[in-house]
């Protein structure tokens, strides 16, 4: 494969002017039948940081890319990097990789272990992942481990809520955590969906449209919901309404789970929630569109700190039909992006100062600039992952692979490279750069860690049965 790839790159190179590449309206290197330039060197990176997980840290979480040694989130590891790595190897055309990775899965990967898995994190990483997983190896052996996961995952949801607590034991259903914020609380009507779809049982669907619809149920007389959540009480433990981390994820699902499933209940509360979040959340500050912090029962505006997974909400937009907010905001987030050179976690827009520095190889920027590209064709979205790629190559860039940016004023570097690095980062590049080639931009739906579900696979006429929707 390495070596297809090379002669690919060398025909480009030595070619590329004479032999059927072309020049796009929007600017866009296209090689016929074969990837652009900038996707063959995406895909050479993706290969370059796979092999240095495997000779590093292999059989574990995440890669320390300084140390060349490896890091785990629980006292054993979950098998995570590869989990969130195969969409994006596959994508890519790495069959030999992805084959390596199934194997093991089926082979060695047990979940009957005794540790508190974060479910969120592991339903967006783990669940979503194996279930793509199976969409591309059509493997039912992996549909089983998606199916034996998410079982152990349903004790966390028996409260009195039905949102679910914040830890829960892979081996005994034991939970804990009884506070969590709303993308704890409600991301998971995408990854049950399609597992209901799968299975045909709307056990897993349920669980999590209930969750969602505890925490719509509880939004105030303006329709703003809070950030954290008692899952016992159903108290809002703070009133704080944004789309910031700690939401974000909230809004992705109702709307990507209306579009998916078609759930018309879905689609109201999304309507409903983005009608208030224009009305009290919009704001313009310096000529620029931001979304603050406010008060959900007075609508009042109380802080201007923002986090970079805010950057996930103009692919949102666009995607919703409103081309002219996602605009604006991409371009918001562009200049900060340019301000530093990278992102920081969490900035103050009035004070224009970084409350968090760190820049941990995040995605949602770049993710945005992918769908606004598909969105709108306009070549400077394009344009804009050329940068951010160039960028994060240039601060990034470590012997064996990429890691975290400590400080993005002084771009000190961190020991780790985040398992969505491979899931979204490198796979929304790839996607940007490697046009429609292969995977339609209509035909695919993300969850928010980037694994692509194909929509044509899910039978309008079987969705509602399966699901349990009525
Ligand atoms: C990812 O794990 C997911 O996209 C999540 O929803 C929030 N953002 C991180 C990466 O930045």
Not at 69 to 78: A, G, I, S
Not at 221 to 244: A, M, R
Not at 344 to 367: A, F, R, S
Not at 403 to 420: A, G, W
Request: hydrophobic residues 35%.
């Amino acid at each position: 494969m390495r070596n297809y790839i090379y002669s690919i790159a060398l025909i480009v190179l030595l070619f590329g002017c004479n032999t059927g590449s072309q020049k796009t309206e929007s600017d866009k290197i296209v090689v016929n039948n074969t990837e652009s330039e900038p996707a063959l060197d995406v895909i050479d990176e993706t290969r370059r940081s796979w092999q240095s997980y495997k000779k590093y840290a292999w059989g574990h979480d995440v890669l320390a890319p300084l140390s060349k040694t490896y890091k785990d989130w629980y006292e054993k590891p979950l098998y995570i990097s590869p989990i969130d790595a195969y969409s994006t190897l596959y994508m890519m055309g790495l069959k030999d990789e992805c084959k390596e990775i199934e194997q093991y899965v089926i082979d060695s990967l047990d979940f009957n272990i005794d540790i508190n898995a974060k479910i969120f994190e592991v339903n967006i990483r783990i669940l979503g992942g194996l279930l793509s997983m199976y969409e591309m190896s059509e493997n039912e052996k992996i549909l089983a481990k998606a199916k034996d996961f998410a079982d152990r995952m349903l004790p966390a949801f028996r409260t009195k809520t039905g949102i679910p607590t914040y830890w829960v034991n892979l081996k005994t259903g034991e939970t804990s955590g009884d506070t969590v914020n709303v993308a704890e609380a409600a991301s998971y009507t995408f990854e049950m969906g399609i597992l209901s779809y799968y299975t045909k049982d709307p056990k897993y669907y349920k669980a999590g449209k209930k969750a969602t619809l505890a925490i719509y149920n509880r939004r105030s007389e303006i329709g703003l919901i809070g950030d954290i959540i008692d899952v016992e009480t159903g108290k809002w433990v703070s009133t704080q309404s944004h789309i910031c981390a700690g939401v974000d994820s909230y809004y992705e699902y109702l709307f990507k789970s209306y579009l998916l499933f078609g759930d018309q209940e879905l689609g109201e509360i999304w309507r409903s929630g983005i009608e208030v979040i224009n009305k009290y959340l919009a704001d313009h500050f310096d000529d620029k569109l931001w979304y603050c912090r406010a008060d959900m029962y007075t609508g009042k505006k109380n802080s201007s700190v923002i986090t970079l997974y805010d950057a996930f909400f103009p692919a949102i937009l666009a995607l919703s039909g409103d081309t002219t907010r996602a605009k604006d905001l991409q371009h918001t987030w562009n200049w900060l992006w340019n301000k530093y050179g990278l992102e920081p976690m969490i900035y103050d827009y009035e004070k224009g100062t970084p409350n968090w520095p760190v820049y941990d190889l995040n995605p949602e920027i770049i993710e945005s600039a992918y769908y606004l590209y598909n969105i709108t064709g306009d070549s400077v979205y394009y344009k804009m992952n050329m940068q951010y790629w160039s960028d994060i190559k240039e601060y990034c860039k470590t012997e064996v692979a990429f890691t975290s940016i400590e400080n993005v004023e002084t771009m000190k570097k961190r020991d780790y490279m985040p398992t969505f690095f491979f899931a979204e980062t490198l796979k929304y590049l790839y996607l940007t750069f490697s046009g429609q080639s292969k995977y339609k931009f209509n035909d695919y739906m993300f969850n928010t860690e980037a694994h692509p579900f194909n929509k044509n696979r899910f039978k309008k006429d079987q969705i509602n049965s399966y699901l349990g929707i009525k």
